[in-house]
């Protein structure tokens, strides 16, 4: 049966970023879902960051405020908005930052967006936001944490803080069946992950597993790393028959794949096309092969003109009713992939590696950013000493 699902091609929006901290120029055009690699300390989270700023300056600046935070100077509130320590990143003069033909400065910031949110932000470290099985609220955060990290924070606190808080997963409202599958299969294995009183009586978020009730510092690192963002997620999943929020246009995922088996980090990537389906726009940074090898594949699939079907097969899910749509759709996405690579001054240029090329003459595309240039050492060393021990 034909699906009447196909989506409509998003416009693609630029993000520039130039002479801020060590990002000298960092030029992004942002598709469906866009990836972004490069090393440790190359600044993804920064340019990420960068991207809710340009697009929900209002709200942010409405929430520092709130907590009694602000006080004009654009030193303090770079400081506020990507943590102590960076208030000298912004070089006024130097540095110049625009989200299309929209010019950001720290002067700007609140007249930006409606004071809604427009992009969720689900950060790296989340695990860390957790304390002693509950979220801290915005206000308990100190300038210290940046200001996305705060918000996701507080999304987590009011979440577990809900009436109906109770099981969060699996729930059957929230997620399609072959997703709360896929997820069970390859992070919680049968647990059931809700919020419970402890002996003191206090709620605190924990994973059943027949007659035991565990605290979340005994979970492993990939159910304390998932966790956070699959709640957070559910922000973007409403229990009606709405697809999306009417708000929020974007999503940006960092490093998704922390602590996790590439089973997981497969369901994860499975969750981002649902995101897609519902009509969301995706930016995710990673350090995972697995993130790269999916764009590559659905670019592929695009080029061959593949089925529906074969997405779901890449992903070992069943190509029921409910999947026909995402899978189709994924079919129609734009996907990009931008490298932040350091020059030999210490400065930080991106570069598009979109093509995934591995026969490209230039190293940022055939080695995927770097991301698969070890795996060819170690193959060619294996290759030179079967060559020499058979010469």
């Not at 004009?72 to 989200?99: C, H, K, P, Q, S």
């Not at 599958?181 to 027949?210: N, P």
């Not at 995402?326 to 590696?353: C, M, N, P, Q, W």
Request: aromatic share 8%; with cysteine; proline share 4%.
């Amino acid at each position: 049966m034909a699906s009447n699902t196909r989506s409509r091609k998003s416009k693609p929006v630029t993000l520039n970023i130039r002479n801020f901290a060590h990002l000298a120029e960092v030029s992004l055009t942002l598709g469906d879902l866009t990836v972004l690699v490069g090393p440790q300390g190359a600044g993804k989270s920064l340019a990420l960051q960068w991207l809710k700023v340009a697009m929900d300056g209002r709200q942010l600046v409405e929430a520092l405020r709130a907590a009694g935070h602000l006080n004009g100077r654009a030193d303090v509130l770079m400081d506020l908005i990507f943590g102590t320590g960076m208030g000298l990143a912004w070089r006024e003069g130097e540095t110049e930052v625009t989200l299309g033909a929209r010019k950001v400065t720290p002067k700007t910031l609140g007249r930006i967006g409606n004071g809604r949110e427009s992009l969720f932000y689900v950060p790296a470290h989340r695990s860390m936001l957790i304390s002693d099985g509950w979220a801290a609220p915005f206000q308990k955060l100190t300038a210290d944490t940046p200001v996305v990290a705060r918000i996701f924070s507080q999304n987590l606190f009011d979440r577990f803080s809900s009436k109906d808080a109770g099981t969060l997963f699996p729930v059957e409202k929230r997620l399609k069946k072959a997703l709360r599958d896929k997820i069970d299969d390859a992070v919680f294995h049968g647990g059931k992950v809700g919020i419970e009183e402890d002996s003191q009586h206090a709620r605190r978020l924990r994973l059943v597993h027949g007659d035991m009730h565990l605290p979340f510092m005994t979970w492993t690192a990939g159910q304390r790393e998932f966790t956070p963002l699959l709640l957070g997620l559910y922000h973007l999943l409403p229990p009606t028959s709405l697809r999306k929020r009417a708000e929020t246009d974007w999503v940006v995922l960092e490093e998704p794949e922390m602590g996790l088996h590439p089973q997981a980090i497969t369901a994860v990537l499975l969750l981002v096309l649902d995101l897609l389906w519902r009509g969301y726009r995706v930016a995710v940074s990673t350090h995972s092969p697995h993130v790269l090898t999916m764009l590559w594949m659905m670019n592929r699939l695009k080029e061959h003109g593949a089925s529906w079907q074969l997405v779901c097969e890449a992903f070992d899910v069943n190509p029921t009713q409910q999947m026909h749509p995402v899978a189709e759709s994924a079919l129609t996405k734009d996907y990009r992939a931008y490298l932040l690579e350091f020059d030999d001054a210490g400065k930080v240029h991106s570069k598009e590696i979109s093509a995934l090329d591995p026969s490209s003459e230039d190293e940022g595309v055939s080695g995927w950013g770097g991301l698969t240039e070890y795996s060819s050492r170690f193959g060619d060393a294996v290759r030179t000493a079967v060559n020499e021990d058979e010469a």
